[in-house]
Nanobody, 126 residues
Framework: QVQLVESGGGVVQAGGSLRLSCTASDQSFTRSVVGWFRQAPGKEREFVSAINSNGNHADYVQSMKDRFTISRDNAKNTVTLQMNGLKPEDTALYFC???????????????????WGPGTQVTVSS
């Protein structure tokens, strides 16, 4: 069982930046598609971004594409989500997710991910 742990959440003013990190307990993480979802209170879970195992393909929700950047450092078993220009509507619990290594494509479907971290809270004040 792969365990994912997110870090980097916090409280920031609108226009500010945060850098979320996700690390894993298992080296298979380096062969996995890894992504981020978020969930705001009273709303459904929402896809944010995902990256393939070697880092040469990333997918983003269009509304976040110009503000968020996903990257990975497989030597450190870490995936990072750099978030700039944060808005109050970005306030949510952010989850790191991973697919089993046999699934090589990114997905926007939460059901496409086998492993979920507990989440890290991002709060953007206006």
């Amino acid at each position: 069982q792969v365990q994912l742990v997110e870090s980097g959440g916090g409280v920031v003013q609108a226009g500010g930046s945060l850098r979320l990190s996700c690390t894993a307990s298992d080296q298979s993480f380096t062969r996995s598609v890894v992504g981020w979802f978020r969930q705001a209170p009273g709303k459904e879970r929402e896809f944010v971004s995902a990256i393939n195992s070697n880092g040469n393909h990333a997918d983003y929700v269009q509304s976040m594409k110009d503000r968020f950047t996903i990257s990975r450092d497989n030597a450190k078993n870490t995936v990072t989500l750099q978030m700039n220009g944060l808005k109050p509507e970005d306030t949510a619990l952010y989850f790191c997710v991973a697919r089993r290594p046999q699934f090589v494509y990114t997905s926007r479907d939460p059901g496409g991910y086998d492993y979920w971290g507990p989440g890290t809270q991002v709060t953007v004040s206006s």
